[in-house]
T-cell receptor
C-alpha cells in the first residue's frame, strides 16, 4: 500500500516563504509530483522529482530524499494568487499511476 | 497546449440512474485516468487505461465502469448512481511514464 501525508492547512503572509512537507511510504517509487489546485479548478503541474536533490523553478522549488521518503515544496516571495491547495503525488515503480496525498491548503494573507 | 475536456461541469442525477461522464483529450496521449476528489481524502484513482479498449482498476473501482473505444475518449459509467457517489470527478491524460498528467476541469456530480 501507499501512505502519503501532508499537512491539511498552512497560513503565511504575502512576501514570506512557506514550506509544504510530504512524507510517503510506498511499495515502489518512480518519482514524485507536486500540483497546484485553485478552488474549483483543475490541478496544474508544478514539479517532478525522481532523483534526490533540489529542483528550482522560479519562486517554487521542490526537494526529494528517497532514502527518507520525504519531499517538500518551497514557495518563496508569496503572492496572494498562491492561495491554493498543493497536492503531493507519488508514482509507483511500474506504470503511470499517481497516488495523491490529501492536499495542503495554503492561505496567503496580506 | 494540451486540452482535456469533460462533458459537463455540473450534473445532478437521481439515485439508481445510469450516468455517463465523458472525457476527451486532443494530444494523442496513450494514458487516461479517472479520479474522484472528496474533501479530506484527496484525489483517488477509479480506473485508468493505457490503450484503446484497455482498462485497469484503480484504488476505488466499485460501482464504476469505463469504456475506451477511441484513443482520445475515456468514459466513466456509474451503472446505478448512489448518493455516496456525489463528488468531483476529474479526468486526466499523459503521454507516458515520467510525464505530468494533464487534468480536465472536472465534473461536479450530485446524486439525490
Amino acid at each position: 500500500g501507499q501512505n502519503i501525508d501532508q499537512p491539511t492547512e498552512m497560513t503565511a503572509t504575502e512576501g514570506a516563504i512557506v514550506q509544504i512537507n510530504c512524507t510517503y511510504q510506498t511499495s515502489g517509487f518512480n518519482g514524485l509530483f507536486w500540483y497546484q489546485q485553485h478552488a474549483g479548478e483543475a490541478p496544474t503541474f508544478l514539479s517532478y522529482n525522481v532523483l534526490d536533490g533540489l529542483e528550482e523553478k522560479g519562486r517554487f522549488s521542490s526537494f526529494l530524499s528517497r532514502s527518507k521518503g520525504y519531499s517538500y515544496l518551497l514557495l518563496k516571495e508569496l503572492q496572494m494568487k498562491d492561495s491554493a491547495s498543493y497536492l503531493c503525488a507519488v508514482v509507483k515503480a511500474a506504470g503511470n499511476k499517481l497516488t495523491f496525498g490529501g492536499g495542503t491548503r495554503v492561505l496567503v494573507k496580506p | 497546449d494540451v486540452k482535456v475536456t469533460q462533458s459537463s461541469r455540473y450534473l445532478v442525477k437521481r439515485t439508481g440512474e445510469k450516468v455517463f461522464l465523458e472525457c476527451v483529450q486532443d494530444m494523442d496521449h496513450e494514458n487516461m485516468f479517472w479520479y474522484r476528489q472528496d474533501p479530506g481524502l484527496g484525489l483517488r484513482l477509479i480506473y485508468f487505461s493505457y490503450d484503446v479498449k484497455m482498462k485497469e482498476k484503480g484504488d476505488i473501482p466499485e460501482g464504476y465502469s469505463v469504456s475506451r473505444e477511441k484513443k482520445e475518449r475515456f468514459s466513466l459509467i456509474l451503472e446505478s448512481a448512489s448518493t455516496n457517489q456525489t463528488s468531483m470527478y476529474l479526468c486526466a491524460s499523459t503521454p507516458g511514464q515520467g510525464y505530468e498528467q494533464y487534468f480536465g476541469p472536472g465534473t461536479r456530480l450530485t446524486v439525490t
